[in-house]
């Protein structure tokens, strides 16, 4: 059991200690899609959605979970993030709002959750949002993009 980090010996959870690691400079970027009918991508894109601004909603509401990862995901540690962005793309043929998250940090463990929780908590607001004008949406495709420092080193997706 000793390869997963957050189990011990015995096969018991725990939380990984990183007190002896070096606080480095972090970076993480996650992504996540929401495709929805054309109507929908209309109005979240030219703003007339009645419950309001989806996308700035959206980067509201990602920043803000990106900040609670840590009460959110059972064994993730609380992490000094000093730079959050949420940014969005719209692809008219696919009809999808693209979602980016980047996480900034100085700190002894890496940022990929907090960019996942960003990314994966705006596509559900924009959901939320959009769900009287459309059931059919879907999420999909939440992943890493990219990470720097840390033991681990640099990752970059392919795809």
């Not at 509401?61 to 730079?83: E, F, N, S, Y």
């Not at 949002?129 to 990470?147: A, F, P, W, Y």
């Amino acid at each position: 059991m000793s390869e997963f980090t957050h189990m011990d010996e015995k096969g018991r959870v725990r939380m990984v200690d990183v007190g002896g690691k070096d606080v480095t400079d972090r970076m993480a970027a996650a992504g996540a899609s929401i495709t929805m009918n054309a109507d929908t991508f209309e109005k979240v894109t030219n703003n007339t959605v009645r419950k309001g601004n989806v996308l700035e909603t959206a980067r509201i509401a990602g920043i803000m979970a990106a900040k609670q990862t840590h009460a959110l995901i059972p064994m993730c540690h609380p992490v000094d993030i000093r730079h959050l962005a949420v940014d969005f793309e719209m692809d008219a043929e696919a009809k999808a709002v693209r979602i980016r998250a980047t996480a900034r940090a100085s700190d002894r463990t890496g940022v990929e959750m907090e960019a996942l929780t960003a990314a994966s908590v705006a596509a559900l607001t924009v959901y939320d949002m959009c769900k009287s004008h459309d059931r059919t949406m879907v999420i999909s495709d939440v992943r890493l993009l990219e990470k720097s420092g840390g033991k681990s080193g640099d990752y970059v997706r392919k795809d």
